[in-house]
Structures are given as structure tokens and as C-alpha cells.
């Protein structure tokens, strides 16, 4: 891990960044070095629903972003597995300032759409439009285009579905060990976010998971 962070970061990150900018975000290289253990961010671990409403640093949310999806290795492989090496889950940032989709190639959010939809993210959670950031993860059937072999569509969403597991979970430690909450929420308005995010019609909304202080 040691070894290849270095070049990870010459080759995919750099570490200038504003939250606050308009625009594409890039994000600052990841740290991997962590004042709690794997094991004990697995004992904290657990769903918060009482969030105050206050950005992540760019290190935080950049944190967040790479353990859903960053790139970890020098061949481009991620943090999270997913089948027949297909990436096929794409994360949506919804944050107080606009939605974003993570880029983990060049470690970027590229601008989706600007303004406060954190609440179109929900369909009814009060909480949702307090978090800092609001992950959404959408699975993508055109990823499959670049596959050696394709599985049928029923299996297809079930892979999508297990990476966006590992997904919400890889999330969650990471979250922890910021000391930031999370929640996972299958509970998404799911024709709004479609709309807003212009997402094609081929795309399906999976889960959301807000992340951010709490109280
Ligand atoms: C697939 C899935 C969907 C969920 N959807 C919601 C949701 O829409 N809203 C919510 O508040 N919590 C949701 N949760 C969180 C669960 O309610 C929570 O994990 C469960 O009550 C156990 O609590 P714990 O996470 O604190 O251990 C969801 C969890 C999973 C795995």
C-alpha cells in the first residue's frame, strides 16, 4: 500500500481543491493513515439519523468518495469489487452545493447539476437535507458494452446490487473514522433525482447513503 500510493497519487490525484467552488470539484490524494482501526470503526459502526448541517472538509469528502469507488491500485482496480471486473455503479454526490458524480480516474466531481437537491434524495426523511453529503448509487446497464462477456440483465443488477454492499459498508468505516455519521436509505425519490440529474431512462437508482455530522 505504501509502495504504490505515491504513484497513485502522481498519477491520478491532485491535491488542490475548494468546496465551495462552482464547477467540477478536484478532490485532494487520499491519506490512508487513520487513528482507528478497521476493527474498531466495525464496533462503532451503525446508522445515524441526526445530522447538523455543516460541510465536510474537502479531505473528508474526498475520503468518503474514495472508499465507495477510489481507485487503490496501479491497474485502476478499486476499493470495492465488482463482477467480471465491469464497474457498472456510478456515485452521485449530492451535497449543499449541487450534485456531482465522482470521477475516480481523475479523482474529480464533475458538476451535475447546482443548488440544494439533498431533499430530492428522500422521500419524506427530514435528516437527508441536513447531511453533508448524500451518496447516491446508480447502477449503469451501458457499462457492460466494454464486457468480454455479459451476463443477463437479472444478474447484472444483482452484481450491481452486492458492489453497491460492499459500497455502503466500505462508506461507513471510512465515515467512522472521521467521527461523521451515516444512513444508509433505500428510501429515494427516485423520478425527481432521475430528473434533476438528468440520469437516462436505462439507469437504475439503487440506494443512497447520507453522510455527515452529527449532533
Ligand atoms: C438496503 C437498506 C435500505 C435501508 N433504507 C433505509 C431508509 O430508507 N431509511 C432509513 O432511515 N434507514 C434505512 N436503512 C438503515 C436500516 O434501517 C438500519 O441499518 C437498521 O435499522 C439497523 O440499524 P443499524 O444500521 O444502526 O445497525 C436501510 C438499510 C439497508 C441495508
Known amino acids: 500500500m505504501k509502495k504504490f500510493l505515491p504513484a497513485l497519487a502522481a498519477a491520478f490525484f491532485v ?3 475548494s468546496c465551495a467552488a462552482q464547477g467540477d470539484m478536484t478532490l485532494p490524494t487520499v491519506s490512508t493513515i487513520d487513528k482507528l482501526s478497521v476493527m474498531e470503526a466495525l464496533s462503532q459502526r451503525h446508522s445515524s439519523r441526526k445530522f447538523v448541517d455543516k460541510n465536510l472538509s474537502p479531505a473528508q469528502l474526498s475520503k468518503i468518495l474514495w472508499a465507495a469507488n477510489g481507485i487503490n491500485r496501479e491497474d485502476g482496480k478499486r476499493t470495492v469489487p ?6 457498472s455503479v456510478e456515485v452521485y454526490a449530492v451535497t449543499k452545493e449541487g450534485i456531482y458524480l465522482y470521477d475516480a480516474e481523475n479523482n474529480k466531481l464533475k458538476l451535475i447539476a447546482e443548488g440544494d437537491h439533498r431533499a ?3 422521500t419524506g426523511q427530514s435528516f437527508v437535507s441536513k447531511a453533508a453529503v448524500n451518496l447516491v448509487y446508480v ?3 451501458a457499462a457492460w458494452e466494454s464486457a468480454k462477456r455479459t451476463p443477463p440483465r437479472d444478474s447484472q443488477i444483482a452484481f450491481a446490487n452486492i458492489t453497491v454492499g460492499a459500497m455502503v459498508q466500505s462508506v461507513a468505516l471510512a465515515a467512522q473514522t472521521e467521527g461523521l455519521g451515516n ?4 428510501s429515494i425519490n ?6 434533476i440529474a438528468n440520469l437516462s431512462d ?4 439503487l440506494l443512497a447513503q447520507s453522510v455527515g455530522f452529527v449532533k
Do not use: H, Q, S
Not at 183 to 186: K, S
Not at 190 to 195: C, I, S, Y
Open 183 to 186: 444512513c444508509v436509505r433505500g
Open 82 to 87: 465488482v463482477a467480471l471486473g465491469i464497474y
Open 202 to 205: 436505462e439507469k437504475n437508482i
Open 190 to 195: 427516485r423520478d425527481e433525482f432521475k430528473k
Open 120 to 122: 430530492l434524495t428522500t
Open 139 to 141: 447502477e449503469t446497464p
Open 15 to 17: 491535491a488542490t481543491t
